[in-house]
């Protein structure tokens, strides 16, 4: 059926309807009315600043008929939340998406130089030291009064969750640029 024509309760996977497993060849979903597992080509978060494992977005994409471009991904459903599932499938899909969506969260800024309109971060992390470039300050982009979230040039993401829990030479940092 055509997405246009689906319902709310088409969209929303029943947890108790569906089948979650890895095998060789990846991730795979199966619902009731298939005769084979369908392969899911992404996991996505609806809301991924704020729900967690809550409201995933199952997506697969078919088979190319030309093989030249592949066809664009399509929704299978949404999830409302892994906790309703085994254990073992809460434990593939919370691999999944840390996997995917992959965000450091910055918990102290040593410097930041800029030269010729780049900006360069260095920076510590949750995930080691990092650095990275900005070419725009509109890649950082404030959510709720005092967390953060930078956009670098290659499009990876970094995150400061409170900016007031940061040490004063890192909040100096981030007030010129703000």
Known sequence: MPDTERTQTDLFLDPAQIEIGRD??????????????????????????????????????PASDTGL??????????????????????????????????VPRISRILTIDEAFGIQSWDVITDRGPRKFELTD??????????????????????????VRLLDRRSQKWLDLQL
Do not use: C, M
């Open 69 to 102: 471009t592949p066809p664009p991904e399509e929704e299978i459903g949404i999830l409302r939340s892994i906790h309703e599932l085994p254990e073992h499938a809460q434990d593939l899909l919370a691999s999944e998406v840390a996997r995917v969506y992959f």
């Open 137 to 162: 300050r509109s890649n950082l982009r404030v959510f709720e009064p005092y967390r953060l979230v930078i956009k670098d040039v290659d499009g990876n993401r970094y995150r400061i969750d409170d």
């Open 24 to 61: 060789e060849a990846g991730l795979w979903l199966r619902l009731p009315a298939d005769t084979a597992p369908r392969r899911i080509s992404s996991v996505r978060p609806s809301f991924p600043l704020s729900t967690g494992p809550e409201f995933l977005a199952f997506y697969h994409r």
